[in-house]
């Protein structure tokens, strides 16, 4: 958007400085839910281990796709995606695996994660859409199915 008006122009900088922040966080997230399903993936045990393990590695493979696709969206629209684990943990809303849930408990904390990464994503999609930026809100609104859907599987799997 162009104006002249310099109240507009300071009102749509801190509008793109709210989705760079947006879009962070949600890097940090990912980072961070990333980290968690390795956790899970290498600690899982009981009688639903080769389902999990195997669930897991699928789950942070792609989540790094996410972490990916994200950051490099964010850098095309003139920001800068953190990019060091203290960065990532300052902003991130989720919390780290404890290293002692159940097989349950990590599935359950991956569908809470999700939601948590769901909701925060809708509200950066109406900052991207506020602002006219159809491709930021068209890639975190594809994201949001993916993540929405495998909740959906990972509930499914808890009997809920």
Known sequence: ??????????????????????LNIQIANWSVLYTKLHNFHWYVKGENF???????????????????????????????????????????????????????????SVVEDFATLAGEMSEAITLAEELADQPTADLLTGIRGEVEKAAWMLNAYLGR
């Open 50 to 108: 080769y389902t999990l393990h195997a669930k897991f590695e699928e789950l942070y493979t792609q989540v790094t796709v996410y972490m990916d696709d994200v950051a490099e969206r964010l850098l095309a629209i003139g920001g800068r995606p953190v990019a060091t684990i203290k960065e990532q943990l300052e902003l991130s809303t989720l919390l780290e695996a404890t290293g002692s849930e159940s097989a349950n408990q990590m599935v359950t």
């Open 1 to 22: 958007m162009t104006t002249v008006n310099n109240q507009t122009h300071t009102s749509e900088t801190t509008q793109i400085d709210s989705l760079y922040n947006a």
